[in-house]
């Protein structure tokens, strides 16, 4: 098993300011959603908040709404795969977990589960929702964050290799870490 770091909650939103596409996961047993999100934000640094975008009628949202928590897992390039088979298929046909052979992690102060093969983690309790067209903000209050050990200080060390959506089928990976003086 992997070991994870703690991450401060002061620096917890900096582990997505890479604005790669995350990874939602939310609820319990076998009503447990996980869909990939581009549209994701940091909002504030004290409290930090999180904002994530899901569709109206994703039934992710329904079970945030039910449990009031969300995991954002953030995938490295190596889960392309489970990144694209997640986005195509609904929480509510099949157990995403299984068909991308993803592993669930106990989150450390919430219900739901993370992702154990993601690079970083933000556990997130909803603290409001804002309709916003055919999408729903969804705001979050980081509660704890960890990162996979050796690769987050106040920042991440080198390259997470996050996964950027374009449109469609088409993705990019973050480059290499520049220190700019």
């Known amino acids: 098993?992997?070991?994870?770091?703690?991450?401060e909650r002061r620096h917890a939103l900096r582990l997505v300011n890479h604005g790669a596409v995350i990874m939602v996961s939310t609820g319990t047993g076998s009503e447990v959603a996980l869909m990939p999100a581009a549209w994701?934000?940091?909002l504030s640094h004290d409290p930090p908040l999180f904002g994530v975008a899901i569709?109206?009628?994703?039934?992710?949202?329904?079970?945030?709404?039910?449990?009031?928590e969300m995991v954002i897992n953030l995938p490295g390039k190596e889960l392309l795969g489970a990144v694209m088979l997640s986005g195509k298929t609904s929480s509510r046909a099949v157990d995403k977990f299984?068909?991308?052979?993803?592993t669930r992690?106990?989150?450390?102060?919430?219900n739901s589960p993370g992702?154990?093969?993601?690079?970083?983690h933000l556990e997130c309790r909803v603290v409001r929702e804002?309709?916003?067209?055919?999408?729903?903000?969804?705001?979050?209050?980081?509660v704890f964050a960890?990162?996979?050990?050796?690769?987050?200080g106040e920042t991440w060390l080198s390259s997470p290799e996050g996964i950027h959506h374009l449109g469609g089928a088409a993705v990019c990976f973050t480059g290499e870490r520049i220190e700019v003086r």
Do not use: W
């Open 1 to 7: 098993m992997r070991r994870f770091q703690p991450v």
């Open 146 to 152: 960890d990162a996979l050990e050796g690769t987050f």
């Open 115 to 120: 992702i154990e093969e993601a690079r970083a």
């Open 40 to 42: 994701n934000t940091p």
């Open 55 to 68: 569709g109206a009628g994703r039934s992710t949202l329904e079970i945030v709404r039910e449990y009031g």
């Open 105 to 110: 992690r106990p989150s450390r102060k919430l």
């Open 98 to 102: 299984k068909a991308a052979g993803l």
């Open 130 to 142: 804002c309709p916003l067209g055919d999408h729903v903000l969804v705001v979050g209050e980081v």
